[in-house]
Antibody, heavy 119, light 110 residues
């Protein structure tokens, strides 16, 4: 069974940093692109970033470039999102999702982890 | 990377059909046949319902169908059922390994 489990969310002050993790099981992690998607409270989904199978290529939504960094550890079957200089508008549920390499969709999702940026 | 445009809400009675539009540009929806649709229930993760414009993953009822014309993709739910009440999001490849979601549509079963 494919499983993706996010962790690392919580309350952080504006300007602070947080690192999210996504532990996966049930499929060969090293063979898939992986993504982060976020959803602010009561709002829609926003694609955040993705990373190639070997970590050699990373892409971001323009509005977040420079503050967020996606990474992965294929030996640990884990995906990460380092978030710096956090702002109130970064408050959201953050989902990790597997990207179907052949059809460019997000076929499996985690349950999400809530990040709240507030003083 | 502007969000794709969807109607805020649509509604219909059980057994009827609803169609949700998703309008983008030639740089995303119109440029690639990589449009997918996701169903999201309150407090839950999104679920893939349609991919490659019109393909259904295993287990998705055939009352869900997708299409595309130019820069606009559409999701149609035929024979609407109470369990279909949820939020729906379109998603498109936007080139250079980036993606964009739609603004989301709430489907209400009257």
């Amino acid at each position: 069974e494919v499983q993706l489990v996010e962790s690392g969310g919580g309350l952080v002050q504006p300007g602070g940093s947080l690192r999210l993790s996504c532990d996966v099981s049930g499929f060969s992690f090293r063979n898939y692109w992986m993504n982060w998607v976020r959803q602010a409270p009561g709002k829609g989904l926003e694609w955040v970033a993705n990373i190639k199978q070997d970590g050699s290529e990373k892409y971001y939504v323009d509005s977040l470039k420079g503050r967020f960094t996606i990474s992965r550890d294929n030996a640990k079957n884990s995906l990460y999102l380092q978030m710096n200089s956090l702002r109130a508008e970064d408050t959201a549920v953050y989902y990790c999702a597997r990207e179907n390499n052949w059809h460019r969709n997000l076929d499996f999702w985690g349950q999400g982890t809530l990040v709240t940026v507030s003083s | 990377q502007s969000a794709l445009t969807q109607p805020r809400s649509v509604s219909a009675s059980p057994g009827q059909s609803v169609t949700i539009s998703c309008t983008g540009t030639s740089s995303d929806v119109g440029g690639y046949n990589y449009v997918s649709w996701y169903q999201q229930n309150p407090g839950k993760a999104p679920k893939l319902m349609i991919y490659d414009v019109s393909e259904r993953p295993s287990g998705v009822p055939d009352r869900f169908s997708g299409s595309k014309s130019g820069n606009t993709a559409s999701l149609t739910i035929s024979g609407l059922q109470a369990e279909d009440e949820a939020d729906y999001y379109c998603h498109s490849y936007a080139g250079s390994y980036t993606y964009v979601f739609g603004t989301g549509t709430k489907v209400t079963v009257l």
